[in-house]
């Protein structure tokens, strides 16, 4: 049996309100853990129950919200004290995480980030480079040759937590966070990476910004250009080449 499925197997469900359960699998961030809430994530999405609401996922865990005026019609089991619908709910959740198959191969996609390092879109490039006794050029290399795992989203729409940052460029978050990051902003944080998709505060070290768009309101299917399990790779770009790539995102 592998990590990934003792993780499963010893899932913890609990009661996050009166309308929503929460599924953990662990209490650590690692990419075992994050295959077992990938997977019960696409299970909800393809065989959701009734009076499902809304899944969300975590580092550890997904949280699932429910009406649970619904489930109480459905149920046979009787009242709990942790609301109406929640034995119903967990049941069907139970069901699914039991019938859950990892796959031994990791199909989720490698995605290629552009990233203009530096100058007025990084303005945190050098200090990081001081602090680390390092010339702003091996940050980008160490930056850019990495491959990052998407851990979660959140803090904002569309934005990616991003694990696989380098030791060597583990840099504690600013003393005083910036009020205004502008969007595409690609950021460090402790041991992890980010990219803010929309203009927003923030306390992460500013390394250079991405022309993609992370969010789209517009697309109701799919509105963000990462998610949980993806696989991402930045690679440098020129300003000329980024103010070209932002005219085509903004056309």
């Not at 929503?20 to 990938?38: H, K």
């Not at 489930?71 to 069901?95: C, D, H, N, T, V």
């Not at 990084?122 to 290399?141: F, Q, Y």
């Not at 696989?231 to 005219?247: G, K, M, N, T, W």
Request: glycine content about 8%; hydrophobic content about 40%.
């Amino acid at each position: 049996m592998t990590a990934a499925e003792v993780f499963l197997k010893q899932a913890v469900f609990r009661p996050v309100g009166e309308s929503a359960i929460s599924v953990s699998f662990g209490d650590s961030i690692s990419p075992e853990i994050l295959r077992c809430t990938t997977a019960l994530m696409a299970a909800l999405k393809t065989h959701p129950f009734p009076g499902i609401r809304e899944y969300l996922a975590s580092y550890t865990g997904v949280t699932i919200f429910y009406d649970p005026r619904v489930l109480r019609q459905l149920s046979r089991f009787p009242e709990s004290p942790e609301g109406k619908g929640y034995l119903e709910a967990q049941k069907r959740i139970r069901e699914l995480v039991s019938h859950i198959v990892l796959s031994d191969q990791d199909a989720a996609p490698l995605v290629r980030i552009p990233v203009c390092y530096g100058g007025e879109l990084g303005p945190d490039l050098e200090e990081v480079a001081r602090l680390h006794a390092m010339t702003p050029e091996e940050v980008i290399r160490l930056h850019s040759m990495a491959e990052y795992l998407v851990y979660m989203i959140g803090f904002a729409p569309g934005y990616p937590y991003l694990g696989g940052l380098p030791e060597a460029l583990a840099t504690p978050r600013r003393k005083t966070p910036r009020l205004v990051i502008p969007r595409g902003s690609v950021a460090i944080g402790g041991s992890q990476a980010g990219i803010y998709p929309l203009e927003s505060p923030g306390g992460w070290h500013l390394l250079g910004r991405t022309p993609l768009s992370l969010f789209n309101a517009g697309n109701s299917e799919n509105p963000t250009l990462l998610h949980a399990g993806d696989h991402v790779r930045f690679y440098p770009i020129s300003r000329q080449e980024y103010d070209e790539l932002a005219a085509r995102e903004e056309s």
